[in-house]
C-alpha cells in the first residue's frame, strides 16, 4: 500500500551508461516530481509533470528525459551516465499540482563509477 | 524568483533543550510555507505547513511576513528529532516548491 514507490533503490553503474528510474504513485494525484538531492544534501527540483504534461523543466542536461506514460508514473531515463550524476534521486507527487503538501519516494541511490 | 535561505548547515543541542531551525525566504507574493523533515534512511515527509497552524512533534513554525521568516521551534529536543529539516516555498500557480539547502539538527543525550 506505498504511496509513491521507486525502483531501483540502488542504481550503481558505468561512466557512458543509459539508466532509467521508474516512479509509481497510487494516492491519485495529478502532479508528479523529480527532486536531486547530491552529497551536500541539497534537494533540487529537476522537472514536474501535471496530467502527463511537463510543466517545469529545471535547467537539466537533455541526457535526463522524463516520460509520464499515465498521471500515475513518472519515469526518468539518463543518457551516457557522468560522474556528476551520483546523487540521491526522489519521486515526489502532490494532489492538484498547486503548492500543496508533496509525497515523496524512498528515493533511489545512483552511483556512477 | 523565490529563494529560501537555511543559514545554519548544522545545529547541536542537548537534550530538553529549546531548539529553533531559521528559515528566511523572498518572494513577492504570498508565500504557502512547509518544514519537511528526514530521518536518517528515510523519506522526506511533512513535518507541518504554516496553513494548517498545527503543531506537530511539538514543533511549531511562526510566519513572521515583516522580516520574512518562518522559524521552526521546539521548546524541549528530543533525541528522535535528530534528523535532516527542510523549509519550502510554493507560490501563485507555480507548480513547484523551493527548497533550502536544510539544517541537520543533531540532539546529543
Known amino acids: 500500500d506505498t504511496a509513491v514507490s521507486q525502483t531501483p533503490k540502488y542504481l550503481v553503474t558505468q561512466m557512458g551508461n543509459d539508466k532509467s528510474i521508474k516512479c509509481e504513485q497510487n494516492l491519485g494525484h495529478d502532479t508528479m516530481y523529480w527532486y536531486k538531492q547530491d552529497s551536500k544534501k541539497f534537494l533540487k527540483i529537476m522537472f514536474s509533470y501535471n496530467n502527463k504534461e511537463l510543466i517545469i523543466n529545471e535547467t537539466v542536461p537533455n541526457r535526463f528525459s522524463p516520460k509520464s506514460p499515465d498521471k500515475a508514473h513518472l519515469n526518468l531515463h539518463i543518457n551516457s551516465l557522468e560522474l556528476g550524476d551520483s546523487a540521491v534521486y526522489f519521486c515526489a507527487s502532490s494532489p492538484r499540482g498547486l503548492p500543496d503538501t508533496q509525497y515523496f519516494g524512498p528515493g533511489t541511490r545512483l552511483t556512477v563509477l | 524568483a523565490q529563494r529560501v535561505t537555511q543559514p545554519e548547515k548544522l545545529l547541536s543541542v542537548f537534550k530538553g533543550a529549546p531548539v529553533e531551525l531559521k528559515c528566511n525566504y523572498s518572494y513577492s507574493g504570498s508565500p504557502e510555507l512547509f518544514w519537511y523533515v528526514q530521518y536518517s534512511r528515510q523519506r522526506l515527509q511533512l513535518l507541518l505547513r504554516?496553513?494548517s497552524r498545527e503543531s506537530i512533534k511539538g514543533f511549531t513554525a511562526d510566519h513572521n511576513k515583516g522580516v520574512t521568516s518562518f522559524h521552526l521551534k521546539k521548546p524541549f529536543a528530543q533525541e528522535e528529532d535528530s534528523a535532516m529539516y527542510y523549509c519550502?516555498?510554493?507560490?501563485?500557480?507555480?507548480?513547484?516548491?523551493?527548497f533550502g539547502k536544510g539544517t541537520l539538527l543533531t540532539v546529543n543525550p
Open positions: 519550502a516555498l510554493g507560490g501563485g500557480s507555480n507548480y513547484k516548491l523551493t
Open positions: 504554516h496553513i
